[in-house]
T-cell receptor, first 111, second 111 residues
Framework: SQTIHQWPATLVQPVGSPLSLECTVEGTSNPNLYWYRQAAGRGLQLLFYSVGIGQISSEVPQNLSASRPQDRQFILSSKKLLLSDSGFYLCAWSPVTYEQYFGPGTRLTVT | GDSVTQMEGPVTLSEEAFLTINCTYTATGYPSLFWYVQYPGEGLQLLLK???ADDKGSNKGFEATYRKETTSFHLEKGSVQVSDSAVYFC??????????WGAGTKLIIKP
């Protein structure tokens, strides 16, 4: 069966510091991968998605970036965090054409 | 473009009450429709889905019927429990295989 991991589970970072969140998927190959952000009490905002290694599509202009160095690894990064980057970050994967499966999320607080 | 509209929350009910969370959509063609649930501090879980008109998705006592004529996919449960307290997201899969999300509806069940 497939599983998706995210780490860290929680993170507190000062403004201006770098960020690296990691997501890995097991038990499948060539998945579509997604990064979402969920602000407190709000809905889901799609940040990036990837259909293959090195292929990243950005949905929202911001100071975040994503990379997919391996088939089942998806990384969300920032060089300098802003207060507005605080939120709950969710990684998801899907088979090529169907529903998405979510990881447990990372709670990021920028202070 | 495609869109999903959910009823605003929070929805507050007493235990054993009947639940309806409204979801309507705008889309070209015949999208697949989904309901996801998010428990506090967790990622999203697929609750149920329907892929064509008149399909009924069901899981854990929840049901939703794909109504093409009214472009709706309302979530229902006959008798809610305190453990059903969560945020519920309605979504559709567009022609590019991306999920379009509703804003989410927070459900609070009081004992």
């Amino acid at each position: 069966s497939q599983t998706i991991h995210q780490w860290p589970a929680t993170l507190v970072q000062p403004v201006g510091s770098p960020l690296s969140l990691e997501c890995t998927v097991e038990g499948t190959s060539n998945p579509n991968l997604y990064w979402y952000r969920q602000a407190a009490g709000r809905g889901l905002q799609l940040l990036f998605y990837s259909v293959g290694i090195g292929q990243i599509s950005s949905e929202v202009p911001q100071n975040l970036s994503a990379s997919r160095p391996q088939d089942r690894q998806f990384i969300l990064s920032s060089k300098k965090l802003l207060l507005s980057d605080s939120g709950f970050y969710l990684c998801a994967w899907s088979p090529v054409t169907y529903e998405q499966y979510f990881g447990p999320g990372t709670r990021l607080t920028v202070t | 473009g495609d869109s999903v509209t959910q009823m605003e929350g929070p929805v507050t009910l007493s235990e054993e009450a009947f639940l309806t969370i409204n979801c309507t959509y705008t889309a070209t063609g015949y999208p697949s429709l989904f309901w996801y649930v998010q428990y506090p501090g967790e990622g999203l879980q697929l609750l149920l889905k329907a892929t064509k008109a008149d399909d009924k998705g069901s899981n854990k006592g929840f049901e939703a019927t794909y109504r093409k004529e009214t472009t709706s996919f309302h979530l229902e449960k006959g008798s809610v429990q305190v453990s059903d307290s969560a945020v519920y997201f309605c979504g559709l899969r567009d022609s590019n295989y991306q999920l379009i999300w509703g804003a989410g509806t927070k459900l609070i069940i009081k004992p």
